[in-house]
């Protein structure tokens, strides 16, 4: 069983910059994020393979977001730059005990609401 504990969700100004953090317990190989806006369908952000550290991004996140992982903490970090106000949404940390490309998460963090004001 994986547990995932996320923090650092807020509100912001656009323009502004926020890191999420998820931290894992138990051993895991795919590692991501996802949003959901209110009314909208959840949607991947960005997802990164514990083994060699690979990444993929959605296109609207790409050059903004970035993600990275702390081998030693078990923790996966989203970097959001230049934040805009269609970034508003609940941020969800999930996971795979396989690589999972695209993903196909098997565990959920709880959601931290990241909101961004124009």
């Known amino acids: 069983q994986v547990q995932l504990v996320e923090s650092g969700g807020g509100l912001v100004q656009a323009g502004d910059s926020l890191r999420l953090s998820c931290a894992a317990s138990g051993r895991i190989y795919t590692m991501g994020w996802f949003r959901q806006a209110p009314g909208k369908e959840r949607e991947f952000v960005a997802l990164i393979l514990w083994s060699d550290g690979r990444t993929y991004s959605a296109d609207a996140v790409k050059g903004r977001f970035t993600i990275s992982r702390d081998n030693a903490k078990n923790t996966m970090y989203l970097q959001m730059n230049s934040l805009k106000p269609e970034d508003t949404a609940v941020y969800y940390c999930?996971?795979?005990?396989?690589?999972?490309?695209?993903?196909?998460?098997?565990?959920w963090g709880q959601g931290t609401q990241v909101t961004v004001s124009s």
């Open positions: 999930a996971a795979a005990r396989v690589i999972s490309v695209p993903m196909a998460p098997e565990y």
